[in-house]
C-alpha cells in the first residue's frame, strides 16, 4: 500500500472510501499521483546535497565550490571532495587542511614545511613532506601530490618543492662491560716497642734491620 492510500485508508479512515465505488477509485488515483509528486519533490531535494545528489550533479556542485576533477580521481573520492570543501576551506588549505587532504588521496601523515627556515625571503614558499609508504611512491605520485598541493593552497602561498621521507624498521642492541677496580694497599703494623733478644757485648748492641716493599 502507498504512503498516502495508507494514510487515507487507515489515518482519515473516511467509511465511503472504504467501498467499491466510484469515490474509492478517486482517492486511489489522487493517492498514487501525491505518491509520484512525493518521490518527485525528495529526488529534487536529493540533489541539492552532495551526499545524496546523482553522479551527474556532482560536477556542478564541484564548480560551485571551485574543484576540479583529478585523472586519476575515482567517482567517489570525487563525491567526498565536494562533500568536505566546506571543511577543508575553513582550514585554510595550510598547515592544518591540505595534510587532510593529502591523507583523502592516500598520502598519510603528511608535514608542511615552510621554505622560510631556509631562506626569510621565501615566506611564500612551502613543501610538503611526504612519508613513503610501505609499497613505495611510484613515479605519478609526484605531480599528482603537486596537483593537490597546487589545488588547495591558499592564493599567496606557492609550491617550492616536495619532500619525501622514510624510515627503516628494526631493533637497537645496545651492550657494555662494567670494570671494577678495586685497590689494597698493605702498610706495615706501626713498631711500638722493640724486644732485644740479643745478648749485649761490652756495653753495645748489633741490632739488623731488614725492609721489605711490598
Known amino acids: 500500500m502507498s504512503i498516502f492510500k495508507e494514510y487515507f485508508f487507515k489515518t482519515l479512515r473516511w467509511p465511503l472510501i472504504h467501498s467499491v465505488g466510484p469515490l474509492a477509485a478517486l482517492v486511489e488515483g489522487?493517492?498514487?499521483?501525491?505518491?509520484?509528486?512525493?518521490?518527485?519533490?525528495?529526488?529534487?531535494?536529493?540533489?541539492?546535497n552532495p551526499w545524496t545528489c546523482d553522479a551527474g550533479m556532482?560536477?556542478?556542485?564541484?564548480?560551485?565550490?571551485?574543484?576540479?576533477?583529478?585523472?586519476?580521481?575515482?567517482?567517489?573520492?570525487?563525491?567526498?571532495?565536494?562533500?568536505?570543501?566546506?571543511?577543508?576551506?575553513?582550514?585554510?588549505g595550510g598547515q592544518l587542511?591540505?595534510?587532510?587532504?593529502?591523507?583523502?588521496?592516500?598520502?598519510?601523515?603528511?608535514?608542511?614545511?615552510?621554505?622560510?627556515?631556509?631562506?626569510?625571503?621565501?615566506?611564500?614558499?612551502?613543501?610538503?613532506?611526504?612519508?613513503?609508504?610501505?609499497?613505495?611512491?611510484?613515479a605519478d605520485d609526484f605531480p599528482h601530490i603537486g596537483w593537490i598541493a597546487n589545488e588547495t593552497k591558499p592564493a599567496r602561498s606557492k609550491l617550492a618543492g616536495i619532500c619525501v621521507t622514510s624510515s627503516v624498521q628494526g631493533a637497537t642492541h645496545a651492550g657494555g662491560i662494567i670494570y671494577t677496580t678495586q685497590y689494597s694497599q698493605l702498610l706495615p703494623q706501626p713498631v711500638t716497642a722493640i724486644t732485644l733478644d740479643s745478648h749485649v757485648h761490652g756495653g753495645g748492641y748489633l741490632h739488623t734491620v731488614g725492609r721489605i716493599s711490598i
Open 30 to 48: 489522487l493517492a498514487r499521483a501525491m505518491d509520484e509528486v512525493r518521490e518527485d519533490i525528495i529526488w529534487l531535494r536529493d540533489q541539492f
Open 58 to 92: 556532482i560536477v556542478k556542485h564541484a564548480e560551485s565550490r571551485g574543484i576540479s576533477r583529478h585523472p586519476a580521481e575515482s567517482e567517489e573520492g570525487y563525491r567526498e571532495r565536494c562533500i568536505r570543501a566546506f571543511a577543508w576551506h575553513r582550514l585554510g
Open 97 to 138: 587542511g591540505m595534510p587532510q587532504i593529502l591523507a583523502h588521496f592516500g598520502y598519510p601523515d603528511t608535514e608542511i614545511l615552510n621554505v622560510r627556515q631556509e631562506d626569510p625571503e621565501r615566506w611564500a614558499e612551502f613543501k610538503p613532506q611526504v612519508p613513503i609508504p610501505e609499497s613505495g611512491l611510484h
